[in-house]
């Protein structure tokens, strides 16, 4: 498990609350509505921070006087909830993300030496396969099924 999805349940333990999941176990126990809007609600404030730093450089400031520092800390401070809220709702959900994420880490990387998008995206080389994540699904479900 990352480090930052153990930490965030740590959190949500020490504080008395209960994991989404915990109340009702299973996928069907989910309240979808709040783990979606708590994501959606950082999102918000990440991209309204980053505007706000934006503007500040446009406008002449240098991102690194109080205002650009403030600019940042809340730039940071949101990627932060955002990482704790996905991994709140990863914990509901009772998903390790640690080896997805290394299988999406990969397909990442076979993204190397591929071509370059107009806005600098780094895109996807003609041979390019999408992270196998159904399958790596298929094979927990079915190793969980071989010790049940």
């Not at 609600?41 to 503007?55: G, N, Q, V």
């Not at 240098?62 to 955002?82: F, P, Q, R, S, T």
């Not at 159904?134 to 927990?140: H, S």
């Amino acid at each position: 498990m990352l480090k930052s999805q153990r930490l965030t349940k740590e959190f949500m333990e020490a504080v008395g609350q209960a994991l989404p999941h915990e109340d009702a176990p299973g996928v069907t126990g989910l309240n979808y509505k709040l783990l979606s809007s708590l994501v959606w609600e950082e999102t918000r404030e990440f991209a309204a921070a980053m505007s706000r730093l934006k503007s500040d450089v446009a406008s002449g400031g240098n991102g690194k006087d109080d205002v650009g520092l403030h600019y940042w800390a809340e730039v940071i401070d949101a990627m932060c909830d955002i990482i704790v809220v996905v991994h709140n709702t990863s914990n509901a959900m009772g998903i390790d993300l640690e080896p997805f994420f290394d299988e999406v880490h990969r397909t990442n990387m076979a993204k190397v030496g591929g071509p370059i998008g107009a806005d600098g995206k780094q895109l996807k080389p003609p041979d390019w396969e999408p992270p196998n994540i159904k399958k790596m699904l298929e094979n927990l479900v079915f190793a969980c099924l071989l010790y049940t």
